[in-house]
């Protein structure tokens, strides 16, 4: 072999090497892409789950004045029929309206507890969500850096392995969508 055709025959070995390198740099590109995508989404699920925990407390704070409201007029409607009253007409119509917010408020506050409820449950499934989203970002990441071991080592295991903590991550941000 003469000295050009083994100079030519280095070139293209180095050449091939870079151009078979190719398919893990697309790989990192898409999982870093993948990676951004999952962690905006991941922060937004969080932010969704932080608002309608503040809701959840607000309407739990809402029935809580009113189950106050309604226990002080049940005082008030228990101290005017034990009191002795010199306007009786005055006192049965008081009593009245007092029996009437009571009724109301009975039904307000099943209300509100439903409200209330109903927004935890919000709160329960988003963080479920933003949990499957930090396992897909957190896999994803670790695919990514396992990924970028190819391109030190040439050796192509560790794109694969990548991959299988890449899918892993895609499945799980996946599994978000279906929560």
């Known amino acids: 072999m003469e000295a050009n055709e083994a100079q030519e025959l280095k070139e293209h070995a180095e050449h091939g090497g870079e151009s078979g390198m190719r398919p893990v740099a697309f790989t990192m590109s898409l999982l870093a892409v993948l990676v951004a995508v999952t962690t905006v989404l ?65 039904d307000d506050l099943k209300e509100a507890q439903e409200q209330a409820e109903a927004l935890e449950t919000r709160v329960e499934k988003a963080e479920a969500r933003a949990t499957r989203f930090d396992l897909a970002e957190a896999m994803l990441e670790i695919g990514l850096v396992i990924t ?28 978000a969508f279906l929560k």
């Open 42 to 106: 991941g922060h937004r699920t969080h932010t969704d789950a932080v608002l309608y925990q503040n809701k959840a407390t607000d309407q739990w704070n809402e029935y809580q004045a009113k189950k106050i409201r309604s226990y002080n007029t049940g005082l008030a409607n228990d101290l005017l029929s034990v009191m002795t009253v010199g306007d009786k007409d005055k006192a049965e119509k008081i009593a009245k309206g007092y029996a009437d917010h009571q009724g109301k408020w009975a």
């Open 148 to 175: 970028s071991v190819t391109l030190l080592t040439r050796s192509r295991i560790y794109w694969y392995l990548g991959m299988v903590f890449s899918i892993a991550g895609i499945v799980s941000a996946a599994s």
